[in-house]
């Protein structure tokens, strides 16, 4: 099938067949961008609430660069990957302090951003400023490698290039932002992983994949994912209604969050036996009441895989919680403050079913 007819035949499809999604009727680059960050590696349907929560909370980037850290991750509970909502805080800030609050047009300045990639830099480029940049994203890659019959591992980061260049060409027959929300929009509705529907498939006399019965075959990517699997024992301190946590300072996932005092494992372990061998005075275990472990609660992330336990824990006397607290660098917290802290989702989960 020639480049133009392809293009031509997804246009006409999108204009049939797209969803109506408030960021589509924008071209308000900080819109767009919000939308792009959101919905990285989330559904609409998850992200739609979050993009509405953002726009409204935060009507301009001024707003947002201007709002605590601390707000931005609580507004964004939930919908995982954190340091997403950190990066769109300093993009937020630089774009303010160094851009007089304009988003810069072009993909290469674009691209220089905090938390801004190949494929968001792309797509604010395109819908937002009308440049040919494609987009690839695991739509474009399945749609492209279906129908063009491109077999290149899709996990080697060459591959990107490859599928870079043969959308630039099919790109050329269209409006660069109409172009790009049809071909990702014609893999999430029409072409899709598991069920694509190449009967009623616009494109299926051409297809390679239709033709050779390849679609689930196809894109070819060869990596396997291997999820690290983590065992969270967390001690949760508790004075009256106040609760003990702690901001999680370090490299790892949910930096900036809000947890217990926390006890790591790569296996299983016995929740008493891992919080003694890790005290550097073990007498501390006579001044402490530890309650019964609660149910496994498990929580995947796209490399790791965790699985949490909590165990209240009671202070014989006055001193015994301030050694504790202080050890472990706890602060109280009352409840409704507790609620207005961003945490893991995990946390809020085990305080919705055990605590509050
Ligand atoms: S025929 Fe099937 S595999 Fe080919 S482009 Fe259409 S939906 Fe995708």
């Keep these: 099938m020639e480049n133009s007819a392809f293009t031509s035949t997804l246009i006409t499809w999108?204009?049939?067949?797209?969803?109506?999604?408030?960021?589509?009727?924008?071209?308000?680059?900080?819109?767009?961008?919000?939308?792009?960050?959101?919905?990285?590696?989330?559904?609409?349907?998850?992200?739609?609430?979050?993009?509405?929560?953002?726009?409204?909370?935060?009507?301009?980037?001024?707003?947002?660069?201007?709002?605590?850290?601390?707000?931005?991750?609580?507004?964004?509970?939930?919908?995982?990957?954190?340091?997403?909502?950190?990066?769109l805080h300093r993009c937020a800030k630089q774009i303010v302090e160094h851009h007089h609050g304009k988003f810069p047009t072009t993909y290469h300045e674009l691209i220089q951003l905090p938390g801004i990639g190949d494929y968001t830099a792309s797509a604010i480029a395109s819908f937002a400023f009308m440049r040919t940049t494609p987009v690839i994203d695991g739509n474009v890659f399945r749609v492209l490698s279906r129908m063009f019959g491109i077999l290149d591992d899709i996990a080697v980061p060459k591959t990107r290039t490859t599928f870079k260049e043969h959308s630039a060409k099919l790109m050329k027959y269209a409006a660069p932002d109409q172009y790009n929300q049809a071909i990702m929009e014609f893999g999430a509705i029409q072409?899709?992983?598991?069920?694509?529907?190449?009967?009623?498939?616009?494109?299926?006399?051409?297809?390679?994949?239709?033709?050779?019965?390849?679609?689930?075959?196809?894109?070819?990517?060869?990596?396997?994912?291997?999820?690290?699997?983590?065992?969270?024992?967390?001690?949760?301190?508790?004075?009256?209604?106040?609760?003990?946590?702690?901001?999680?300072?370090?490299?790892?996932?949910?930096?900036?969050?809000y947890d217990f005092m926390l006890l790591e494992s790569s296996t299983e372990m016995d929740p008493v036996t891992i919080l003694t061998d890790n005290l550097a005075d073990p007498r501390i275990m006579d001044q402490l009441v530890i309650g019964e472990p609660s149910a496994e609660y498990r929580h995947k992330l796209t490399h790791q895989h965790i699985n949490a336990r909590f165990m209240e824990i009671e202070a014989a006397d006055e001193k015994a919680f301030d050694d504790w607290q202080q050890a472990f660098d706890l602060q109280a917290y009352s409840k409704s403050e507790v609620h207005e802290l961003p945490k893991p989702i995990l946390i809020n989960n085990y305080l919705k079913a055990d605590i509050f």
């Design 14 to 87: 999108y204009r049939e067949h797209h969803r109506d999604l408030p960021w589509r009727r924008t071209n308000d680059p900080y819109k767009i961008w919000l939308s792009e960050v959101i919905l990285q590696q989330t559904r609409v349907s998850q992200g739609l609430p979050y993009y509405l929560a953002f726009c409204e909370r935060f009507p301009s980037i001024l707003e947002l660069a201007n709002a605590s850290e601390q707000e931005v991750l609580r507004l964004w509970q939930g919908l995982g990957y954190y340091s997403r909502a950190r990066n």
């Design 191 to 257: 072409c899709t992983p598991k069920q694509p529907k190449c009967a009623q498939c616009p494109v299926n006399n051409f297809c390679y994949a239709y033709s050779n019965e390849l679609q689930h075959r196809l894109p070819v990517k060869t990596k396997k994912n291997t999820a690290r699997k983590r065992y969270f024992y967390y001690y949760v301190l508790k004075s009256g209604s106040r609760l003990f946590l702690k901001r999680r300072e370090h490299k790892d996932i949910w930096q900036g969050l």
